[in-house]
């Protein structure tokens, strides 16, 4: 199904109104007849952007499969929240094994799948980026190299969040976590070249690659939606605002969400087989200190005398994403 | 149908007949032979209805063994030593999720020092993950005791652990039957799971469980452990009937009846310990043998019937529980409560050593005259030792004592 392009002024929530598009062009969530896969009672903090997008990619992934999938998770908020013994919010079969190892798991899962001849059944492992990118990134790239017919959801909140926000190396530069305190000279996070998941999932060459972001919930079950069109091993980081952990206000997490992809600093783009294919324009391009100053993590950077220098250097990064992935409407901005 | 063939050839072929669906599959020596052998039997069409999984570490290899079981896939994987620390993690797991994953473990000790050799040190660190563990004496056993496992773990949804020695079985070439796909399959029937991730009926598997149950869900593991103790006699005399031979079971004991001396080992060296026996009582000597073939669930009212009127316990361990002694024998404490005997514990083939039978027989001897310390290391080089220990009195920096001990052995 080719996504038509919307265009009305979004204001306040940013929410877009479904009544105003075809029926097959709304969006998942909005159709009573949804999964509900995650479903209500769970206990994720409220305003948390990895329960919010769990949802949304579960049940757009459910739609494109018929119904027919089994999800691996890996430890860390969303496996906690969603199943405090003895209950689950899942609506779908799930397996919890460890923290590091829900690529494998999916792995096997498919696996057993093919022996079985169900076709029809789609494997999704997900975790958080502590899951993804840390403990678990030997697995997801076997998993990757083999090309195992597996969705890989990371929901990047940008810290173990649920052993009590501390750094991981998706962590950005000069956020404040628990293990990156913000004292000493640097304070915060340092500046690594960091460790970007997606292109080093591209460089897999695997099938199929996309960032999202919970602010752009339309064009999240749309990624979802064209990467259960696809066989083999893909993968979709989404990022995924975490009101405690950011020292964010709940209701700003899309708000969030959505400032970190206008300034550049979270760059939404789909990548086949190892090329970029398309990003998503910025539509209002915004200096990275509207991103920054609302989140307690960068309190430190706006003092009494503001971190101007640590400021810039985030700043060009951003720049830098803006041009590298072509996020500007080049026809518009030269 | 007899052939001659090497140990590990034959576990791959029992395997190979016991229908697994997924087999999960990480190199390291000495177990690489059997995955090799499957893998085999697997891309050139002869092993039907399997997906082979080259997988990027040990721990992703146990991974895989637990996404395909919980999806309802016969699962089969093996390793050893390093590989099995590797998935240490994933041992648990798969236990605490009731699995019935079978895993061949070709024992070999643990480093630094590195080292391929046999020894019992790695499948012993995992004694209490809540896998059964079964040890083989002889590579017949090794062969039979995975169709056991099989059955075995489905029949509990609990995992099993084969563990056969390293080189000494895994690598050795013998006359071995190799049973029809007829008799396995009048044996194992289908895998029936008692938990299954499928889409028609969500279940979600792997919650967290808090104080308020978790001591009951371990507790169920236990449980079934005790269950196990009866079905694992029940299982090896079936398999008697339909194969025609003894394999398997709780412990065999040899020349036991009226022993008043009883050594008890797990695994190959029950052989050489066997032919002592025979050599001591020749000579009068009312000594005796058992052999642990399951290590865990531990056969402790077995052992304590068996041992209930000998006078000595000598325990061949090929593991040192450092700073205490011996594993085995520290379990067999709790079968000899009510017990008085002197019971000996006998640290022996660390990393490879060969357990000859000149030092097991010197050893019996002085262990029948009761001139054996409680724990002993069999033919250790105390001389080398000591030189080492002197060096590191003489100087800080003595450097590092294994390529110290090398050195001065003239190891090169
Ligand atoms: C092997 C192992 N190490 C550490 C932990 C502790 N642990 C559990 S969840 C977690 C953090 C999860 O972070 P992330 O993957 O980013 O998910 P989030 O909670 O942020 O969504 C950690 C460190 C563990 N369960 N297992
Ligand atoms: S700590 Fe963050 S990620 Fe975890 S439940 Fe709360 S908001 Fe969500
Ligand atoms: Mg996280």
Redesign the interface.
């Known amino acids: 199904m080719e996504m038509q392009q919307i265009k009305f002024y979004q204001t306040g929530t940013f929410t877009v109104g479904n009544r105003l598009l075809e029926a097959d062009q709304r969006s998942v969530q909005a159709n009573m007849e949804r999964t509900n896969s995650l479903n209500s009672g769970h206990r994720a903090c409220q305003g948390c952007g990895e329960a919010l997008g769990a949802r949304y990619a579960i049940d757009a992934a459910m739609r494109a499969a018929n119904?027919?999938?089994?999800a691996?998770?890996a430890t860390g908020c969303l496996?906690?929240f969603s199943?405090?013994?003895?209950e689950?919010s899942?609506?779908?079969?799930?397996?919890?094994?460890?923290f590091?190892?829900a690529a494998?798991?999916?792995?096997?899962?498919?696996?057993?799948?093919?022996?079985?001849g169900r076709k029809d059944?789609r494997v999704i492992a997900q975790g958080g980026d502590g899951g993804t990118t840390d403990i678990g990134f030997?697995?997801l790239?076997?998993m990757f190299?083999?090309n195992d017919d597996v969705l890989y959801l990371c929901y990047d909140n940008e810290a173990y969040m649920n052993t009590g926000v501390q750094r991981s190396s998706a962590t950005p530069p000069a956020a404040r976590t628990a293990t990156t305190m913000a004292l000493g000279a640097e304070p915060g996070n340092a500046f690594g070249q960091g460790k970007n998941v997606p292109l080093i999932a591209m460089a897999h060459g695997i099938p199929y690659v996309a960032t999202a972001s919970v602010a752009y919930l339309r064009d999240l079950e749309a990624k979802v939606s064209r990467a259960m069109t696809v066989r083999g091993a893909r993968y979709i980081h989404i990022l995924v605002p975490c009101p405690l952990g950011w020292g964010a206000a709940p209701h700003d997490t899309i708000k969030l969400a959505r400032l970190a992809v206008e300034t550049g600093i979270f760059p939404l783009f789909e990548a086949e087989h190892g090329e970029v294919t398309s990003s998503n324009k910025i539509r209002h391009r915004v200096p990275v200190e509207e991103y920054l100053r609302p989140q307690k993590r960068f309190a430190h950077l706006f003092g009494k005398t503001p971190a101007v220098d640590t400021l810039a250097r985030i700043q060009d990064m951003a720049d830098r994403n803006i041009r590298k992935f072509r996020l500007m409407d080049e026809r518009r901005h030269g | 149908m007899l052939k001659q063939c090497e140990g590990s050839h034959a576990i791959a072929e029992s395997v190979a007949l016991c229908r697994p669906?997924?087999i999960?599959a990480y190199p390291i020596t000495p177990q690489t032979h059997i995955v090799e052998g499957l893998g085999e039997m697997v891309k050139a069409g002869d092993l039907e209805?399997?997906?082979f999984?080259?997988?990027?570490?040990e721990?992703?290899a146990l991974?895989?063994?637990?996404?395909?079981?919980?999806?309802?896939?016969r699962?089969y994987t093996a390793t050893a030593s390093q590989g099995l620390l590797f998935m240490a993690?994933?041992v648990y797991?798969a236990a605490g999720?009731g699995l019935p994953i079978v895993m061949t473990i070709g024992n070999r000790a643990i480093g630094a020092p590195i080292n391929i050799w046999n020894d019992h040190t790695d499948s012993m660190s995992m004694r209490d993950a809540g896998w059964i563990q079964l040890y083989a004496e002889t590579n017949q056993e090794a062969a039979d005791l995975h169709i056991q496992a099989f059955r075995l773990a489905e029949e509990l949804s609990m995992p099993v652990m084969v563990c056969v020695d390293g080189f000494i079985l895994t690598h050795a070439y013998e006359r071995l039957d190799i049973p029809t796909q007829e008799q396995v399959d009048a044996y194992l029937p289908p895998f029936e799971p008692r938990q299954v991730?499928?889409?028609r009926?969500?279940?979600?598997?792997?919650?967290?469980?808090?104080p308020?149950?978790f001591m009951e869900v371990r507790y169920l593991a236990h449980h079934k452990q005790m269950r196990a103790l009866e079905l694992i006699p029940q299982l090896s005399a079936e398999f008697g009937q339909v194969f025609g031979r003894e394999s398997g079971g709780l412990m065999r004991t040899y020349r036991a009846e009226d022993a008043k001396t009883i050594v008890v080992a797990l695994g190959s060296v029950n052989g050489t310990i066997k032919d002592v026996v025979d050599e001591l009582r020749d000579d009068g000597y009312a000594i005796g043998a058992a052999a642990i073939l399951s290590f865990r669930p531990f056969p402790s009212d077995a052992l304590h019937e068996l041992l209930s009127h000998a006078k000595r316990l000598v325990v061949i361990e090929k593991s040192l529980a450092v700073g205490i002694g011996g594993i085995v024998s520290h379990n067999l404490r709790m079968a000899l409560s009510g017990i008085s005997l002197h019971a000996y514990t006998v640290v022996a083939g660390l990393g490879g050593r060969p357990i000859t039978k000149a030092s097991l027989r010197s050893l019996f001897e002085r262990a029948l005259r009761d001139e054996l310390e409680p724990l002993t290391f069999l033919d250790l080089n105390q001389a080398a030792i000591d030189r080492e220990l002197a060096r590191e009195q003489a100087q800080r920096r003595s450097g590092p004592s294994a390529e110290n001990i090398l050195r001065d052995l003239g190891v090169r």
């Open positions: 119904n027919q999938v089994i691996c998770n496996e906690v199943t405090p013994y003895p689950t899942w609506q779908i079969p799930w397996i919890h094994s460890l590091g190892n494998a798991v999916a792995t096997g899962v498919m696996a057993a799948m093919k022996v079985k059944v030997g697995c790239s076997g190299e083999r | 669906e997924v999960c209805n399997c997906e999984i080259n997988v990027e570490s721990f992703a991974s895989v063994a637990i996404g395909a079981s919980a999806a309802g896939a699962t993690e994933a797991n999720l991730l499928d889409p009926e969500p279940v979600s598997i792997g919650a967290m469980v808090g308020e149950a």
